[in-house]
């Protein structure tokens, strides 16, 4: 986080943003220690296997299986895996906790589902799509005299024309990174394309396909699959999408006010 910082802000913002990260740091390492300390006092306990599964998973997934490069991570960061094995614990502890505390105290009925609909029903509109196709030429830069690369243009029209799949031309023609996948660029939306593609590819029916259309790098032809006129998505579409956000925002207000809790209970220095 602070090397992304770093790259996006100067001098006294940087200054005011390291700062936020640095109190943000803090206080996510006193919450921490927080509720690891209320996971001992309630005298909760894991069985030791717990921590040698999560440390196997985390050789294997980040290492490669080789328990020696983790060593010298840890040797690098002078760190002992006694100390690394207590951080995942404690990381686990803290997991177990928040889920212990949250997983069963927040319900999203149907009623809270249907005023957050309607409260966000922006949200949930959805502009005109079309399901796109496209060939790109690129210019082929001829001085004097009719482009080459316009007259393979026009030649793939007319092959459009008496009959060829689209997909089978671009993957054999187009020079468009979709090329592979036969032109393909799943559905857009006018505000992807460029003007004056754009124009004509939104005038396109289901199934059509467009003429030569000649721009300052190149040429393109253009084929709609499908077309989506601009409509709200119903509430059923959309419920479990709005239960998870529902249910997520409820588990944040509940493990804010706990920890709150836990901080009133605590005597808290910082310097």
């Known amino acids: ?25 803090l206080n996510s390492l006193i919450d921490r220690a927080l509720i690891v300390d ?14 040698d599964q999560q440390l196997t998973e985390t050789i294997q997934q980040e290492f490669g299986g080789d328990r020696a490069a983790l060593i010298k991570t840890l040797e690098a960061r002078h760190m002992s895996l006694a100390q690394y094995r207590e951080q995942i614990l404690d990381r686990t502890i803290v997991q177990a906790m928040r889920n212990r505390k949250t997983g069963h ?15 966000h029903i922006a ?38 024309k008496s009959g060829a799949k689209f997909d089978d031309l671009a993957k054999q023609y187009s020079e468009g990174k979709e090329a592979k996948f036969g032109g393909d660029w799943g559905w857009v939306g006018k505000d992807v394309l460029r003007k004056e593609l754009n124009e004509v ?22 084929h709609v ?25 409820q588990r944040a207000k509940a493990q804010e006010a706990w920890v709150k809790e836990l901080r009133a209970k605590a005597f808290i220095r910082t310097f």
């Open 1 to 25: 986080l602070e090397a992304q910082v770093r790259r996006e802000y100067q001098v006294e913002e940087l200054r005011k943003r390291l700062l936020a990260l640095q109190e943000d740091a």
């Open 38 to 51: 209320e996971f001992k006092s309630k005298g909760y306990s894991f069985p030791e296997n717990v921590v």
């Open 105 to 119: 105290s927040t319900v999203a009925s149907p009623y809270k589902i249907e005023k957050y609909y309607r409260d």
């Open 123 to 160: 949200d949930y509109k959805v502009e005109d799509q079309i399901k796109l196709r496209m060939i790109f030429i690129k210019k082929g830069g001829a001085a004097e005299g009719e482009d080459p690369r316009r007259k393979l243009g026009e030649e793939l029209l007319g092959k459009l």
């Open 201 to 222: 590819a939104f005038k396109l029916k289901a199934g059509e396909n467009s003429g030569l259309i000649e721009t300052a790098e190149g040429y393109y032809l253009l």
């Open 225 to 249: 699959d499908e077309v989506k006129t601009a409509h709200t998505k119903p509430l059923p579409e959309v419920r479990d999408e709005i239960e998870k956000v529902i249910l997520q925002e």
